[in-house]
């Protein structure tokens, strides 16, 4: 059941005349009261013909008409709306169980609270079978306003309540991360525009695709205005920028005048604090080593950042910030993809961006590494060859069942579903890349000998999944890629443990493929040279030694005729 908090409006009459009119589409079936405040005392303009509905407007505005008679300022923002729908599966609702499903949203609300008789005047219309509409005007007996501050949190727990009581889809609680849904005057303009989106959604979309591309919050607007989407910063009087609003062209008020949204507005990650917490982390301090053994190849990069992914899970602000990073990952992703996979993954980006908040705060700096290797997807200029890709989207796959399992871990219900959504995606995307793969591996299997000896491997290496990898349909294809690894030195027992540690495989639905992308993820890099290692180890330590060797300090000039004495001397 929900329950949909309209934004204040001041027209009662207007609001009665659509409640009680026939709809935009006639949908509206015989309209009538269900329930409404104690002394309602007037007949229901649905029932008796002699009832009007500006009769029943003056009675419900009785209160806001004495308040504004004595006070300077007036009120406007009276007229509180909320419709309430059951779900479309749930059974038929009687009028009285609509009514005490009314009462107890007004009492949640603070509309009307249980066992005060000077609360707000309000009714309940029914004109379809499955909601109602609660109309109220915020102006209690007394003169005062009703308390609504919350009101929205406190009517859907009392939603949720409700569902149990009647029997109903059970819907999951809110944490206030949610994108705010369309309003019915936004879809309209979007559909008389030809617009497949809402500008809101359409702004979220365009932001979301820019943040990757960005090293800090000017870059960001700056890319988004080059985009074509209007910006309006707000700065301080030092110019520093303090807050944004974005438009989509063509989107304009009565008036003419461009229509802007606040970055809040547009989705609660979106706030221009809670980007520059994203896009303005240092990278941490890296030896010289590593830096020369990290790839070049940005999608090889992408994948090594990947494996070390389930690592920054044990803490939870780590754990927010590696999530938020890999929707950025998703993202451009699906922006340099080839184009048979960009659909899959771009849908796979726009489900993922609501796993990728929660109500836990993320460390940001700790997912530094994962984020630059986005940026460096988005910022490449060649596309991947056919297995690095396959790589990546099998290390994405994998790191978004681990962010699935922590979201389900701490009961974050929305976003754990939104990450199993995007599983799905993300699985048709890595099938599909796959395919040729398998198929070129498979055209040159190994012999029947050379495969029974890597079966052999299999078996020692992996044993509790033998079975069903030597009977995946992939099974050639692995076998090709173990023999070309041993015949550049490696070994296969050690790469099928290593892949097999890198990623569990009883969730794997074919084992076969996951080994194939993480072996030759893996053996692309040369065996190596543990002579060469340890030697160049000793020359790092002997140097690091001799750097650090206390000397002994110069002579000064003031010891230079003393030296001549000691010489002339002998």
């Known amino acids: 059941m929900i329950a949909a908090i309209k934004p204040a409006g001041s027209n009662t009459r207007g609001l009665l005349a659509y409640l009680y009119g026939p709809g935009r589409h006639d949908e509206h079936l015989d309209p009538h009261i269900v329930t409404g405040f104690a002394m309602l005392g007037m007949p229901d303009p649905g029932r008796n013909p002699d009832a009007t509905l500006t009769q029943l ?67 309940a219309v029914r004109h379809a079978d499955d909601h109602i509409h609660i109309l109220a005007t915020t102006v209690r007996e007394d003169g005062r306003r009703p308390k609504l501050h919350g009101s929205g949190i406190r009517v859907g727990d009392a939603c949720r309540q409700i569902e149990t009581d009647y029997g109903l889809r059970q819907l999951k609680k809110g944490d206030r991360t949610a994108d705010r849904r369309p309003t019915q005057a936004a879809m309209h303009k979007a559909q008389r525009l030809g617009w497949d989106q809402t500008s809101r959604d ?107 992914f389930h690592q920054g899970m044990s803490d939870d602000t780590h754990a927010q910030a590696h999530i938020t990073a890999l929707g950025e990952l998703i993202e451009a992703t699906a922006q340099k993809a080839p184009g048979h996979s960009r659909a899959e993954l771009r849908t796979a980006a726009r489900t993922f961006a609501r796993a ?46 681990f962010a699935a399992r922590w979201h389900e871990a701490k009961n974050h219900t929305h976003q754990a579903e939104a990450a199993r959504q ?119 330590l002997v140097s690091t030694h001799i750097t650090h060797q206390p000397q002994a300090p110069r002579p000064t000039n003031a010891f230079a005729p003393l030296t001549d004495q000691r010489r002339q001397r002998r």
């Open 57 to 123: 407007a003056h009675h419900l505005d009785e209160p806001v008409h004495l308040r504004n008679s004595e006070f300077g300022k007036k009120i406007t923002d009276h007229v509180w709306h909320c419709p309430v729908r059951a779900a479309p599966e749930d059974r038929h609702l009687s009028d009285t169980e609509w009514a005490d499903i009314a009462q107890r949203i007004v009492e949640a609300a603070g509309i009307a609270p249980p066992g005060d008789d000077l609360g707000c005047r309000w009714i």
């Open 202 to 308: 359409w702004l979220q979309d365009r932001i979301r695709a820019a943040i990757p591309h960005a090293g800090n919050a000017e870059e960001l607007l700056a890319y988004l205005e080059a985009d074509g989407i209007a910006i309006k910063p707000r700065r301080g009087p030092s110019g520093d920028l303090l807050g944004y609003a974005a438009g989509r062209l063509g989107d304009l008020n009565k008036d003419g005048k461009q229509i802007f949204h606040p970055g809040g507005k547009i989705a609660p990650d979106l706030t221009l604090p809670k980007l520059k917490a994203r896009l303005e982390t240092t990278a941490p301090e890296e030896h010289p080593t590593a830096r020369r053994q990290r790839p070049t190849n940005p999608w090889h990069q992408a994948t090594e950042a990947l494996d070390t």
């Open 422 to 540: 995007t599983l799905h995606h993300l699985h048709n995307a890595a099938d599909h890349a796959l395919a040729p793969v398998i198929d070129t591996l498979a055209a040159r299997q190994p012999s029947d000998q050379a495969r029974r000896t890597l079966a052999h491997d299999v078996r020692a290496a992996v044993p509790d999944h033998a079975d069903r990898i030597l009977t995946d349909p992939a099974w050639p294809a692995l076998a090709t890629v173990l023999a070309d690894a041993e015949a550049g030195g490696h070994k296969p027992h050690q790469l099928l443990k290593e892949a097999a540690a890198q990623r569990e495989l009883t969730t794997a639905r074919q084992p076969a493929r996951v080994l194939i992308t993480r072996i030759q993820h893996t053996s692309r890099n040369p065996v190596p040279n543990l002579r060469a290692e340890a030697a160049r180890l000793r020359t790092t």
């Open 356 to 401: 990728q908040r929660s109500q836990i705060r993320a460390e940001h700096q700790a997912a530094h590494t994962l984020r630059r290797a986005a940026r460096d997807i988005a910022h490449t200029a060649t596309g991947p060859d056919g297995s690095a890709f396959a790589a990546l989207l099998a290390a994405l796959v994998w790191a978004t069942i």
